[in-house]
């Protein structure tokens, strides 16, 4: 197992100038992950024999079913690209995560456009997957998958990189019941912020009154952890979360830090702040206190430090 998450991601995103029109995508999130990550670039088109620059392709459908075809000549890819995908992604070992670029007819996974036909004519709906996108998300179901646009999202980006930065973590656990108990009480809150349910959950197969193998305990742990990330965090168990750790610490500190906490959740409530700027005034104290037990936590650092400065950026889609 690689010490780095390994990413797929659409090779027109920063790798090469291969997009229909011969340009590349500019992604600075794609760029930040560059030295935390092991990325395995790749462009389906390219991979079936299309040139660059090249005539752009669509999602055509019809009595036939969904095709990838010619936008001006209507000559069909589509047994080409079922055919490299398949091949593709059996050859693949071991992914933790997929960048893919949004909206495009082979791998977008997610908003594309479908046409009745090639030629002039008007989109049927735009709520379609790319050939290659919809194949990658029904072969990896349990590994974050994203389009480069949506990661211009502050709240999207952040869950993509702790929900592939906390899955690897465990993948690089050995299989021991000791690794998963730490692992586990390590991520205590920031399974808490995502569900008290699935941690209480989690936490009762750790402690393995069961007495299960612990092959299976790893195999059950698993699943709770993708049922965990299948949607994002809310703001309320956030504050809950937050709310909790400040109560460690809250009888050390004066009034006016009191006040100055209690001010920055409701501006944190009303999205006015990001969530790191609580956090990172709640760690001030934990730091101050020495309250070891919380310093070790994820919730205040899920992913690498390096890629927290993107994080106050971007406004993309949800
Ligand atoms: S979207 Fe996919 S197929 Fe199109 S240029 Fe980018 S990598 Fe290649």
Redesign the pocket.
């Known amino acids: 197992m690689e010490q780095k998450p390994r990413v797929l991601v659409?090779?027109?995103?920063e790798f090469a100038a291969?997009?229909?029109n011969g340009q590349k995508?500019n992604s600075p999130e794609v760029r930040f992950l560059q030295p935390h990550v092991n990325f395995i670039p790749?462009?389906?088109?390219?991979e079936i024999g299309l040139p660059v620059p090249r005539d752009s392709i669509r999602l055509v459908q019809d009595e036939s079913g969904t095709r990838l075809v010619n936008s001006e000549t209507g000559e069909d890819h589509t047994e080409a690209m079922t055919s490299f995908r398949a091949r593709f992604l059996d050859s693949l070992e071991g992914v933790d995560g997929c960048i893919?670029?949004g909206r495009?007819p082979?791998?977008g996974i997610g908003n594309v456009k479908v046409y009745p036909s090639h030629g002039k004519v008007p989109q049927i709906h735009s709520k379609e997957t790319g050939l290659?996108g919809k194949a990658v998300l029904e072969r990896f179901p349990e590994i974050p998958v994203e389009d480069e646009g949506r990661l211009n999202n502050l709240r999207l980006r952040e869950h993509f990189l702790t929900r592939l930065f906390t899955l690897h973590a465990f993948n690089l656990l050995k299989g021991s019941m000791g690794e998963l108990v730490d692992y586990h009480s390590k991520n205590k809150y920031l399974f808490m912020s995502y569900s008290q349910k699935l941690l209480r959950e989690a936490g009762k197969l750790t402690a393995n009154h069961e007495h299960l193998p612990v092959k299976e305990v790893y195999t059950r742990y698993r699943l709770i952890l993708s049922k965990m990330f299948d949607s994002l965090p809310r703001i309320q168990t956030n504050i809950n979360v937050l709310q909790h750790l400040f109560g460690y610490v809250s009888k050390h500190i004066t009034k006016q830090e009191k006040e100055l906490f209690l001010d920055m959740l409701e501006r944190y409530r009303e999205l006015q702040i990001p969530l790191a700027a609580v956090t990172s005034l709640l760690q001030s104290w934990i730091v101050r206190f020495d309250t070891s037990y919380l310093a070790m936590q994820t919730y205040f650092q899920p992913f690498p430090k390096g890629l927290q400065s993107i994080l106050d950026t971007g406004k993309g889609r949800v």
């Not at 659409?10 to 995103?13: M, N």
């Open positions: 659409s090779k027109c995103i291969c997009r229909y995508i790749v462009c389906p088109e390219m893919l670029k495009s082979t791998c290659f």
